[in-house]
C-alpha cells in the first residue's frame, strides 16, 4: 500500500463523512435545533475540520488534478456548512425547555458520524515528512521524492 | 502579620461564587462535575452536595469560594479574582473531576508547570486548556501567589473545613502530609485585570490554529503593564485616560437618551423598520401538551436527521451496498411500529392526523430509498475505506439519542 494512495483515500473519506454529516445537519436545522447552540456549534466544527482539511491538502503530495478535484468539494461542502440555517440568536434548546429528548444531542450526534472514519489511521501531513532528492543518472537534475515513514 | 485591601474593584469577575472574609489566606474551587448542556450558563441547578461544599467553606473562613466547570474561561475568571486580593494564599480544590472537561487536572497544571507560548497549560489533560483572555502578568503572579492544596474527589466538607481551617492558622497545622499556616499578604500589591473577551469561544479553537497570527490578534496592550507598578504621572494619565472613556461613554449614552425622548415618533418608525427586517423563519412547533404527544414528536424529530443522513448516502458508494438497505428497512419498520402506537395512543384525532401526516411522508421518502439486501458490503469489494465503522448504521443510531419519554404501556 503506498503512501500516495493512504493520503488521497484520507482525504476521500473526510469527504465522504462531511457529506452525510452536513446533510444530517440540513436535516435537524428544519426543526427547534435551528435555534440552538448545539447545531450552531457543530457547524462551526465542521467548517473548521474543513478548512484544515484544506490545509492538509494544500500541503500534500497528491497528483495536482486529484488535488484540484478534492479542492472543488471541500469549497462545496464549506458553502454548505456556512449556509445552513439557524436563528440569527442560538441557546441550548434543553435549557430553555423546548428540546426534550433526554439527555443526547442531534447535532453533536450528526458531528459523531465522522468518528466512524478510523482508517487511513496517519493523516496526510505525518504520513510524508520528509523530501528526498532524485538524481537523473542522465541529465543529473534533481528531482524530489517523498520518503514515506 | 501583613494584611493588605484587595483592589477596588476586587472580587473583578462575576461568576458562580461566594465572597466570604476578604483577609483570608485561602480560596476554595469547587469542581462543577455536572452533565454537559443541562445547566444554563447561569447554573441555577447546582447539585447540592456541591452547593454544601461551597458554602460549608466560605462559612469556616474561606475569602471565595466557587465552582469550576470550564478548563478555559473558568480558570481565567479565578485567575483574574485571585490576583485581585494580595491576601489568598492557598488555593483548596475539592469536587470530583468534571468529566470532559478535566478542569481540575488543568487547574493543577497551570499551578505546577504554567502556560507555554501558545497560552496552552502544559501538561493538562484537558481538551482546550486556553487561557487566551488573561494578561499573562496575571497569570504569572497567580502561580506564584497560591500554593495548591489538593483535595481532589473530596466531597467530604468536614475535611474541606479542616482545610480552611488549616490555611489561617497562625502557627504550622499539619493536615494531610502538609504544613499549613497564613504566611501573610503577598509581596507585591493586588492586581486588577479582567478577562479581554478576545476570545468568546476557546472550546471551538483548535491547536492547529493558534499560530502567530492567531497569538498576534489576542495579544493585550496591557498586558506588559501589568505586574508592573506604574509610577508618578504615568498612573496620573492612566487614569485620566480612563475616566476620559467613560466620560465619552456615558455622554454618548445621554445624547441616545436625549434623542429618543425628543422624536419619539420617528424613533418608533425606525424601530418598526427593524422588525419587518426579513429574518429566517424560525420552526416553531406547538408546545407538546403530553408526554404521550411529546413521545410522537421527538421520534419525528429524530426521523428528519436519519432521512436526510440516508439521502446523503444513497448519493454514495453506500448506494451500491447492503448497509444501507438494511438500515433503510430497519427504519420502515419502526416507523410502521410508531405509526401503529400513534393508532393506539389516545391523542385527539387532529393531532394524530397532523403527526400521521408527518409519517406518511417519512414512509414515502423511506420507500425511495434502496431496499436490496443482497447487494455486496462495500467493504468487501474494497470500494469502503473507512475502517470498521459504518455510515448507515451509525445513522440509523441516531434515532438512540432520543430516550425520552419511554413509551408508555398503553400506547
Redesign the interface.
Known sequence: MSGGWKVNTYFKNQLRGYDVVLATLGGFSEDICRNCIGLSGAQTKVIKGLKKLRMDLEGSLIPEMEKEKILIRVESFLKVAEGLKLAEEVSCQKTSGLCKIGPGCFPLGALELMNQITEPTTSPEKEVRKMAKLICEVCGAEEPIPVVH | MLKVSPVADYPTEAGCFLRGNDYSPVAVVVLLNA?Y????PEVQSIPPEIEKLVRVAIETGAALSGTLQTENIGIEKIVCNVVGNPNIRYLILCGKEVSGHNSGTALKALIKEGINDKRTIVGSQAVTPYLFNTPLGAIKRFRGQTTLVDLTEEMNSEIIAKAVWSCYQENPTPFQGLSLCDPGAFVETGLSCRLTWKVK?PE?I?S??IDGEFLKKIKEPLEKKVGEPMKGNERIVSLTKRLLKVTEELAGIARLCIEELERPEEALREKSLEEVKP??P??M?E?PLTEEE?YFV?QL??Y??????F???D???CHDGCSLPAAVISASKRLKNLKVSLDKSFLPDKKKEKIQKELDEFEEALQGLPQDTSQPCQKTVGNC???????AN??LD?L??????ALRSNV
Open positions: 452533565p448542556g443541562t445547566l444554563p469561544h471551538e483548535e492547529w490554529e429574518q429566517l424560525i420552526p412547533r408546545e411529546l421527538n424529530r429524530g428528519r436527521g436519519v432521512l436526510a443522513a439521502k446523503a448516502l448519493r454514495d458508494i475505506t473507512i475502517g470498521s465503522g459504518c455510515f451509525a445513522s441516531l438512540k439519542l432520543v430516550t425520552e419519554p
